[in-house]
């Protein structure tokens, strides 16, 4: 690369969706394509930072320190550490991942980084990034981890925040080595419920047995974190919850429960997606607002609430808690200083998104005019400032810039061009816009002197606009290229006034992203818009549009086009290509594909594909690609370049370039990064007389242009708004004032003008119609009277089809549409004919396969058979054939077995047993097999003989042949019934079969009797014949059937047979002369008896009975007796078929009996052997449950040996760091003890250095010697505007450590000054002196730096040792549960469970549930006489018990009753007292115990007395009550005289009221300031004066307390002394 120059970035625009940071107090920084933007608070000045490294991965900054970090983005990527301001390199970190880091982290104290990698290896860890070495690290740790956050009060705990896990890791510090020790925090479930302690257990066999089936459970979701200044952590869930966390216990409290009824509703409906604190509480973001709560204990309040217009995804304090910044992912900034004000102020507002083009005015302003991806317009001023927007509300594709006026043409998605007039900057219009596709528009040129406007479509349109707004930017034309358009450029040719238009077209071999076939177009600058350049439907005519074809050796990926030149990149090469054009293009003019090859082809990107970009000067091409690069080429050395790393590979790299007028300036746009790179070319050397060239270009071309420009754009200015001229419904678009325009803020049903609907024509389209509105007026004339004839000649032809309806033969007009009929239903009949061939294909291969899987490999069909007089039914044993494996199984078994039994049969012949012996022997397992085998099947004589006894059970392999054995034990049950079964089913169909010849033979006696009786005739249902289920009758068949020609005929023969037939059984002519032959002499049938008629003789029906002769009565009674003859026969006759039929019912129902007493048999044997089944069955799932709780203790096993031989190995590998440790810790004390000792020896050396001196000056020195500066008090200053800095005190505080010893030296130095020297001391001695101080106070430090470390490391040696003892205690656990297993393991296999089968009865067991987990399944086998004579006595002693309970019922019911009447009468007795007590305690006044003693009379004249003396004193009483109340009139008139007086008096004070508060005011403001002395002396007396006016009151108290206590008592005596009681009186 031989460089020319170099490109310099000028500005950067754009925001990523990641985090933003402080990075100082008013400065932020975050992230922006390929680079690191720093946005300044108060001055809104911006800054960029370009990647030193490949693309910006995670990025943090610690404001207090002015530090930033950031990743690069490649294999093996680096970590950059920044300083700020200076943006200078601090170190560089390398070796902490392989593809990314996901996170980064600052301490807030020393220089310490924590991060975390991503795949494969999820690493966290600890770097001191000063001396760029790692201090710790943990691999595949971070699995999840989305953040992490260093505590700020202690740098040693490290939290990382995952999708669903939070952990705290504590780093443990021993002098230089660190170790990551991690803490996992197990969070609530969703319901705010703890499943279990979060505190840690004990290690004991159980917990470990627990967690080994500890089955997981769904958790809280942790979406945010934050430290507070106690070191703990609150923790925001995605589910609602607020929890505070403490890192130490490991604890969890829920502060805020969103589920609770008792929880803020305003605040229950946002989840926590970032927290910071402050010192009055917290500040949370939430979906839809920032709140800020006040946290005391548990109790949460909301203290303000912000409502923005854009949802906020981060929130956070500047490094000196005075400004408060909100971000959000969409672009914005905002500024919230709340010591100043409650206003939140908008900062930065760049709408965040991808850029899909950029491209720069041509004026001299350098403005930019950038496309985003939701249709967002954007002005750019020269600095980078957004000047203002225009939301068009669509996507667009492509943008363009007129250099003949201030306007930009857009292309949409929707096949639109949207003109946008840009001349006032603030405001930018849409004052046109043009329908050319109905796809989207892929390409938008002008050319350089703004003649015309090209566009480009995926339809191979090339649209012609006039590019001049005083021609209304109206469509000159189109033309179609020969394939898909790729790339598309222009040139204007002022010598030959032409433009030229090059377009890359795709061929029909190429891809859809390639090219090769290049085609350029020729067009006049003037004359186009005549009536000759374009044909009637718009389409640009050959003599005016000159075509070109040529074709290259490669697909291309992009071209542009120079003067006679073409430069191309090629992707599959990646190189760049110059080609260039002939001379004389007038003998190519016919030619079609004339092949170009390339003069020059240099290396491209190295990531492609790559787009290009030639200065309007022609002498740079600039090229960018997927790698991120812009690379600037001279045209006519295209091997030498500059380039500049502008976008990140990884984000796509870049979309497109464009240049500035003078082609200094160069634009960019990232394809996903979503960032816009305006850079500056600088030239050196030789070359900067191209860089003038450039400038003396765009000046040209500026003069060239002014005239046009100055008569151009004022025309455009003119332009109203797109929408004003609207049809009705419309209105003028709205344009805010501010610098954001919306131009779909309109009224109406129209709500988006700027979406063009499905039915909106095209321009052509339009032209199009226009054409055909025009052909219909020329020829209206021409088409009237063609209508007319037209309308002769269908009534004409409906006539002559009216009357071929009435003929034979109809009379076809139109046989070409008959057959188009015929057609159309032929390939729609073809159509349904295939789709019903492919269903009943589907349908057969489905029933094929489901009879394949579910009835072929039966080898026993499951089958029912039913009685014939009642609901009994019988289901056989469905059976599929045994498998080749079950059958290898079942013979390796047997044969196992069979040499088992040989084993223990020679065994046995070793024993001599007597023959008795054996006997009993017999006996005793003949009746103990049925018990003790668990099953029914031996005596059903279907058992294998090979069957394990249930007791000899022992190992695992012989449970898993039992559980063989026992399946084949049921397969033989199964068979056995199933054979009894098919023989059942078989009597049925005999049955049936008879049943069906006695109803024939009955039909046929009915029918001679001629009796109507319906039959009952038994069938079988299709459970009992199931294989009738899988054909089809054809009665079954609703749809008529289809037949086809063969068969058509084989039916038409078929029947012509059948007639054939009938008409040869209808022909009885031999059997009609076989009667005449034997002439009636046949012998007759009993049958026909009953036809048998005796005809009358003639004479009965020709004379009456009066004129009958002698021989006519003896034949009329021959008659007669022969007659009755023939009756007695035939009713003879009807009572023995009525007997037949009485016997053929008779034995049908018999025989169907019989064979439902034969069905009854085989159900209860289907009992029994279902019995057994269940039986075997119980006993395989006995067997199948031990061999699994043996494989899973197996398992169980296998992970405790693992478990123990990883804690062996750690419990090694701690013994040998233990042991490291005790030696550096040895060695340290070593060293701190010589330290110590160097320090006294200096104390006890001091006299003796100044051996010399007088004592008292040696005294003096030493007081000298030992005394310190004090260390000054760091007094923090009260800064009101900082109060919102939780960590303020405990910064303040920590803030002292690192500077206490460089304090103290600078104390040294002024006791060190000379002004201190005692007098009488020397010059020299006083130096020495202060040098010995000197050392003496190093010393010193260097012990307390030594103790520090030793008491460090002896902390961090005492962890360890508790972690060793923990390992070991651990190992202990581990090997005792080990040993607990074992135990299980033998008991499992010494415990064999055994079936037993018992009678109804003769099992005592508990009534708790035998199926339960916890129940006692242990029972005790004894004999059953045992049990008997235990009843039998059991029985005795209940008797004897229900004797003694009768007897003892009877006393306690005597017993009940006398304490009833006992107590009866004690309640009387108390009655009684209570009324003698009452009646005693009755009080009577004086005149009623005078009463008591007066008669009558007496008592009567003494009333009337009473009465008297009452009326008197009544009358005494009105007379008083009536002088009163006139006392109170005369009182109340003088009462409001005083208040006349009073009301007159107030009026005048209150008009000299506003003085005398003034004066008031004046004397308290002078009293206030001349004696507050006095007013704290007043105010102390005051409160003397209350403290013992106070006591006074309560001796006050106290003795009226005392007096009222007398003074009750005397009422008392009193009372009892006036109203004595009744027992006390005496008559």
């Known amino acids: 690369m031989n460089e020319f120059g170099s490109l310099e970035l000028r500005w950067i625009q754009g925001f990523a969706n990641k985090n933003t940071e402080f990075v100082e107090n008013e400065t932020v920084c975050y992230t922006c394509g390929n680079h690191i933007c720093f946005l300044n608070l108060e001055t809104r000045t911006q800054n960029a930072f370009p990647s030193p490294g490949r693309g910006i991965g995670a990025l943090t900054a610690n404001g207090n320190s002015g530090i930033f970090a950031f990743s690069e983005e490649k294999l093996s990527p680096s970590i950059y550490v920044y300083s700020f301001p200076e943006l200078q390199l601090k170190n560089e970190l390398k070796g902490g991942a392989q593809l990314d880091y996901t996170s980064l982290a600052l301490s807030h104290g020393g220089p310490y980084l924590g991060s975390c990698s991503s795949l494969p290896d999820h690493i966290i860890t600890v770097w001191n990034w000063e001396n760029a070495e790692p201090l710790c690290s943990q691999p595949q740790a971070g699995q999840d981890v989305v953040s992490l956050a260093f505590n700020p009060m202690n740098w040693l705990q490290l939290c990382s925040l995952g999708t669903a896990s939070l952990t705290v890791w504590n780093i443990a510090k021993s002098d230089s080595l660190h170790v990551l020790q991690p803490s996992t925090i197990k969070l609530p479930a969703p319901g705010g419920t703890f499943s279990e302690s979060q505190a840690p257990s004990s290690q004991n066999v159980s917990n470990i047995m627990a967690k080994l089936h500890q089955s997981t459970r769904a958790r809280l979701t942790p979406s945010a974190i934050c430290w507070t200044a106690t070191s703990k952590l609150y923790v925001g869930c995605a589910e609602g919850f607020l929890l505070l966390v403490d890192p130490e216990s490991h604890s969890v409290s829920v502060l805020f429960n969103p589920t609770s009824a008792e929880s803020i509703p305003e605040l229950g409906r946002n989840s926590f997606q970032r927290l910071t604190p402050n010192n009055n509480g917290l500040i949370a973001v939430g979906k839809d607002s920032v709140v800020h709560l006040q946290i005391k204990g548990t109790q949460i309040n909301i203290a303000q609430t912000w409502q923005l217009e854009r949802p906020v995804t981060t929130v956070m304090y500047s490094p000196d808690y005075k400004t408060l910044l909100f971000s959000s992912n969409t672009g914005q900034i905002y500024v919230l200083n709340p010591a100043q004000s409650d206003r939140i102020v908008k900062i930065f507002d760049v709408l965040s998104g991808n850029f899909v083009t950029a491209t720069l005015l041509h004026n001299d302003k350098d403005i930019c005019v950038s496309l985003k991806e939701s249709g967002e317009l954007q002005l750019w001023s020269s600095d980078g400032i957004c000047i203002s927007s225009l939301s068009l509300q669509v996507e667009v594709t492509c943008l363009a810039c007129c250099p003949v006026a201030y306007y930009a043409a857009v292309g949409t998605t929707t096949g639109k061009v949207f003109f946008i007039d840009l001349n006032q900057e603030q405001r930018p219009r849409l004052v046109h816009e043009v329908l050319l596709y109905h796809t989207a528009v892929d390409h938008l040129v002008f050319d350089h002197d703004g003649h015309y406007l090209f566009t480009g479509g995926s339809d191979s349109h090339i649209y012609v606009l006039e590019a001049r707004p005083s021609k209304m930017f109206s469509v000159i034309g189109y033309t179609v290229l020969p394939g898909c358009i790729l790339s598309l450029s222009a040139q204007c040719n002022r010598d030959n006034n032409e433009v030229n238009v090059l377009a890359l077209c795709a061929g029909e071999e190429d891809r859809k992203k390639d090219g090769s076939l290049l085609t350029l177009l020729s067009l006049p600058t003037q004359n186009l818009g005549g009536p000759d350049s374009i044909d009637r439907h718009g389409c640009l005519s050959s003599h005016v549009l000159k075509v070109f074809t040529f074709t290259v050796p490669r697909p291309l990926k992009s071209c542009v086009l120079g003067l006679s030149e073409i430069f191309a990149y090629c992707h599959r090469s990646k190189t760049l290509q110059r080609f260039v054009l002939p001379e004389d293009k007038g003998d190519l003019y016919d030619q079609q594909g004339v092949e170009l090859k390339p003069v020059q082809e240099v290396r491209g990107h190295p990531l492609g594909p790559a787009s290009l970009a030639l200065s309007p000067h022609r002498l740079w091409l600039a090229s960018v690609g997927r790698d991120g690069l812009l690379r600037i080429r001279e045209t006519a050395s295209m091997g030498r370049y500059i380039e500049l790393q502008c976008h990140s590979c990884r984000l796509g790299g870049v979309r497109n370039v464009s240049f500035s007028t003078d082609g200094c300036t160069l634009l960019t746009v990232g394809l996903k990064d979503g ?103 020329q020829y209206s004339e021409m088409k009237k009277n063609l209508m007319e004839t037209i309308k002769e000649l269908r009534d004409s032809i409906q006539e002559m089809i009216r009357d071929s309806e009435n003929q034979p033969e109809h009379f076809n007009l139109d046989v070409e549409e008959e057959r188009r009929l015929e057609a159309m239903v032929e390939q729609e009949v073809t159509r349904v004919r295939t789709e019903i061939e492919w269903d009943i294909l589907e349908k057969c291969y489905l029933r094929d396969v489901l009879k394949r899987e579910c009835w072929d490999t039966m080898k026993v069909i499951s089958r029912t058979i039913k009685a014939f007089h009642s609901d009994l039914e019988v289901l056989n044993y469905p059976l599929k054939e045994q498998t080749e494996k079950e059958l290898e199984d079942l013979c390796r078994v047997q044969n196992m077995r069979k040499l088992e039994k040989a084993a223990c049969s020679l065994g046995n012949l070793k024993k001599d047993l007597s023959a008795q012996e054996e006997e009993e022997e017999k006996k005793v397992q003949d009746a103990e097999t049925a018990t003790l085998t668990g099953s029914i099947s031996a005596q059903l004589g279907y058992s294998n003989p090979y069957v394990y006894d249930q007791f000899s059970l022992k190992t695992i392999e012989q449970r898993i042949n039992q559980i063989v054995l026992l399946q084949d034990v049921i397969y033989r049950i199964k068979t056995a019934f199933n054979a009894d079964f098919e023989a059942l089913h078989k009597q049925k169909m005999k049955e049936l079969k008879r049943v069906r010849d006695r109803n024939k033979h009955i039909r046929e006696i009915m029918l001679q009797l001629d009796m109507h009786e319906e039959l009952w005739e038994p069938s079988l249902t299709n459970s009992e014949w199931p294989e009738r289920l899988l054909t089809v009758e054809v009665s079954e068949i609703r749809a008529e059937r289809y037949l086809t020609a063969e068969q058509k005929e084989e039916e038409e023969r078929r029947k012509l047979e059948e007639e054939r037939c009938l008409a040869a059984q209808a022909d009885d002519s031999r059997e009609r002369a076989l009667d005449d032959m034997m002439d009636g002499v046949l012998e007759v049938k009993k049958e026909d008896i009953l036809k048998m008629e005796i005809p009358l003789p003639e004479f009965v029906l020709t004379k009456p009975d009066i004129q009958w002769s002698e021989e006519e009565k003896k034949a009329f009674k021959e008659y007669e007796k022969k007659a009755k003859e023939l009756s007695e026969e035939k009713e003879k006759y009807k009572k023995l078929l009525e007997i037949e039929i009485k016997k053929l019912h008779q034995s049908t129902k018999e025989a169907t009996e019989r064979f439902d007493e034969n069905l009854a048999k085989l159900l209860e044997k289907k009992v029994n052997c279902t019995v057994a089944i269940y039986q075997e069955e119980l006993k395989i799932t006995y067997l199948v449950e ?392 007043a105010a102390q007396e005051d409160r003397y004066q209350e403290i013992v006016k106070r006591s006074k009151l309560k001796e006050l108290a106290r003795a009226q307390a005392e007096n009222l206590a007398f003074l009750g008592a005397e009422v008392e005596r009193l009372t009892m002394k006036n109203f004595p009681s009744l027992d006390q009186l005496k008559h």
Request: hydrophobic share 35%.
């Open 1186 to 1577: 031990s061999v699994l709780r043996e494989e899973e203790m197996r398992s169980q096993e296998q992970e405790l040996k693992l478990k123990l031989e990883k804690m062996l190995a750690y419990k090694d590998e701690t013994g040998e760091r233990l042991k490291k440790l005790e030696d550096e810790v040895e060695l340290l004390q070593e060293t701190y003890d010589n330290v110590v000792l160097e320090d006294k020896s200096l104390d006890k050396d001091f006299r003796r250095g100044f051996s010399d001196l007088p004592s008292h000056m040696v005294d003096c020195l030493y007081k000298m010697f030992k005394r310190r500066p004090r260390a000054q008090k760091m007094r923090a200053q009260m800064d009101n505007s900082n109060n919102s800095d939780p960590f303020k005190e405990h910064r303040l505080c920590g803030s002292q450590a690192p500077d206490a010893f460089s304090q103290m030296l600078r104390a040294m130095d002024e006791l060190d000054a000379p002004a201190n020297m005692p007098e009488g001391l020397s010059t020299v001695a006083w130096e020495k002196f202060c040098h010995v101080r000197r050392a003496k106070v190093e010393s010193e430090q260097k012990v307390k730096t030594k103790a520090l470390t030793l008491a460090e490391m002896q902390a961090f040696l005492q962890k360890k040792r508790n972690e060793d003892k923990a390992a070991q205690e651990e190992i202990k656990n581990l090997s005792e549960v080990l040993e607990s297993l074992h135990r299980k393991r033998a008991d499992l296999l010494m415990d064999t469970m055994v079936q037993i089968i018992l009678k109804q009865g003769q099992v005592e067991v508990t009534t708790t549930d035998p199926t339960a987990d916890n129940a006692d399944t242990d029972f005790i086998l004894y004999h059953r006489s045992v049990v008997d004579n235990l009843r039998s006595v059991i029985r005795t002693l209940a008797e004897q018990k229900i004797a003694s309970m009768v007897a003892c019922k009877d006393v306690r019911k005597g017993m009940i009753q006398l304490e009833w009447e006992n107590k009866v009468m004690r309640k009387q007795i108390e009655d009684l007292y209570d009324k003698e007590k009452n009646i005693k305690m009755l009080r009577l006044s004086e005149e009623q115990q005078k009463m008591t003693h007066r008669s009558k009379s007496d008592q009567e004249s003494h009333t009337s007395k009473q009465i008297s003396s009452l009326e008197k004193s009544i009358a005494l009483m009105e007379s008083t009550h009536k002088k009163s109340v006139q006392q109170r009139l005369r009182k109340i008139e003088q009462l409001n005289k005083w208040a006349a007086a009073k009301a007159k008096k107030s009026a005048d004070l209150e008009q000299q009221l506003p003085e005398m508060q003034v004066t008031v005011s004046e004397l308290r403001h002078i009293c206030e300031a001349a004696a507050m002395a006095e007013n704290e002396a």
């Open 675 to 777: 960032s816009l790179v305006c850079t500056n070319i600088r030239v050196k050397g030789e070359d900067v007389s191209k860089m003038n060239e450039a400038t003396q270009y765009s000046k040209s071309t500026a003069c060239f242009l002014k005239n046009i420009f100055d008569t151009e754009n004022p025309i455009l200015i003119n332009f109203p708004v797109w929408g004003q001229v609207s049809p009705v419904g419309t209105e003028t678009p709205e344009v805010s004032g501010g610098p954001s325009v919306d131009v779909t803020e309109r009224d109406g049903d129209d709500n988006n003008l700027l979406r063009a609907p499905p039915s909106q024509p095209t321009w052509l389209e339009s032209r199009r119609e226009g054409l055909l509105n025009e052909d219909r007026e």
